[in-house]
């Protein structure tokens, strides 16, 4: 026997929409799709199940009354002129944020069970300090001269170069240009250039590896 499930339609499109699938292609795998949303016909638990991993949605949300309201927990990212409030971000983004916060996470408390003292420089700074000073400041915590960068032959030495110097103090840098492992899911670095997840223990820095400028 077929178990058939009855959803709102809004759930329905406010997953497509969340996804950043085209209908077609939600079309192509799901034929009947439309007359989910029409109502006029039901998808089965599988149905269901495997509408939710396509479109990257909690399977648990399709029994909500309302679509969630999904806030970053980041209050801004880098984008490529600037940077960014979050305001809709994409699923891949809020997956990838999140991946990171579990990483993050995971490593502050293996730090504390080690006994590892809170890092100095997190938070030492604010948006009201002098710029010319917090860039001195960030130089002496890396220990880097003024013209660090010149001394390697090509940027992409020196890039490699930084990534280790700021590892070596005690950041996370994580580079990557999809969602996880996951090669059908490419991070749009037009939507995002990185993030950092401030921590007094495990600091995150992330860099969108799809964007030309990163190097995994």
Known sequence: MVVRVAIKPVLLEWAIKRSGRSMSEIEHKFPKVQQWLAESYQPSFKQLEDFAAFTYTPFGYFFLQAPPKEMLPIPLYRTLDSYQEPNEASVNLMDTIQTMQSRQNWLRDYLIERGADPLSFVQSANIHDNVA??????????????????????????????RETIEDIGILVVVNGIVGNNTHRKLDPQEFRGFVLVDEYSPLLFINGADGGAKN
């Open 133 to 162: 000073e917090v860039a001195r400041h960030i130089r002496k915590t890396l220990k880097l001269t003024t013209d660090w960068a010149a001394k390697h032959t090509t940027w992409t030495d020196a890039l490699n170069f930084l």
